[in-house]
């Protein structure tokens, strides 16, 4: 059924670049799909966004956004009192998704393994590290990796840009071993890939720039470590209350006896939807074309309220 969709990217977090990439990506195939397909590119000029929706009352929005004021609660939320359906998870889940230590809260609670660890304020750095090394240094509610610092033995940690994102953040014993992630599609997890990548920890040009790290699909795992990643990923997805798709993602030491070495690190409500991104490359694993994955996300959009 052929649908007016308004897809929103851009936007003004530090992961804009990654957006407006997801965004084309997207719009292109939901118009090979047959929908009458719009862009909008957010500002800070809220009321330019309220006039396109105004004018145009789209049948749902695409929410392509990454970052803050995108995929935070913010745009859902004006999205909420607009009445217009929209893609991926709603105002609280997304909220509660963005903020990473809620999140680690919340999957602790119904008995998922995480990294030790806590918020610390800016001021206690004065006194000397907040844990024995290696740790890592995590902004609060920052996406694609951007400010996350290992912090090694004998290592000097930038402090500015640790701390560039605000006066608290989130730290946490560093987990050695293997880097996993999987994919949520609705009430079904995708598959288990492993990323390969130089370096203590899978960072933003890692992600994003290709031949800078590798995805094993399907991860080379235990039967039993596979399958408990792949419970985990549900579980966080429907604890947190995600919609749509979701994006676990995972640290696995195979030091440690049967799956006590698999930790959950953080979820992400609306992965990326670029050439390289993890999710999409899932899916066309288990035979789901972009075009249909995408159009799929609009078949699932409405009101969360």
């Not at 047959?34 to 500002?43: E, K, W």
């Not at 997304?94 to 609670?109: F, G, L, N, T």
């Not at 609060?140 to 560039?164: C, P, Q, R």
């Not at 676990?248 to 990326?272: C, H, K, M, V």
Request: aromatic residues 6%; glycine residues 10%; contains cysteine.
């Amino acid at each position: 059924m052929k649908r007016r969709i308004l897809v929103l990217m851009g936007g003004i977090s530090r992961e804009r670049e990654v957006s407006l990439v997801s965004g084309a990506a997207v719009a292109e195939a939901l118009r090979a799909a047959g929908h009458d397909v719009r862009v909008h590119d957010l500002s800070r000029d809220v009321g330019a966004l309220v006039r396109v929706l105004e004018q145009d009352r789209p049948d749902a929005v695409f929410n392509a956004l990454h970052g803050r004021y995108g995929e935070d609660g913010c745009v859902q939320g004006l999205l909420e009192l607009m009445g217009i359906p929209y893609t991926h998870s709603g105002l609280r889940a997304s909220a509660i998704a963005m903020d990473k230590p809620s999140a680690k809260r919340a999957v602790e609670q119904v008995g998922l393994r995480t990294p030790r660890g806590r918020i610390v304020r800016r001021a206690e750095f004065a006194a000397g590290d907040p844990m024995p090394r290696p740790y890592i240094v995590k902004p609060v509610a920052e996406g694609s990796t951007i400010g996350v610092e290992v912090v090694a033995e004998g290592a000097n940690l930038d402090w500015a840009t640790a701390w560039s994102f605000g006066d608290d953040a989130l730290v946490e014993e560093y987990i050695p071993g293997r880097e996993l992630t999987v994919g949520v599609m609705g009430d079904r997890a995708l598959a288990v890939t492993e990323i390969r990548f130089e370096g203590s920890a899978f960072g933003y040009a890692a992600k994003y720039t290709a031949g800078h790290a590798e995805h094993v699909l399907p991860a080379p795992l235990p039967a039993d470590v596979h399958a408990a990643a792949m419970q985990a990923a549900l579980l966080a997805h429907r604890t947190i209350g995600c919609a749509g798709i979701s994006r676990s993602d995972f640290r696995y030491d195979p030091r440690q006896p049967g799956t006590a070495g698999l930790y959950f690190l953080e979820i992400n409500t609306q992965p990326g939807f670029t050439p390289l991104s993890l999710v999409p490359e899932q899916a066309r694993h288990l035979g789901i074309a972009f075009g249909e994955l995408c159009d799929w996300l609009i078949g699932e959009a409405r009101c969360h309220a």
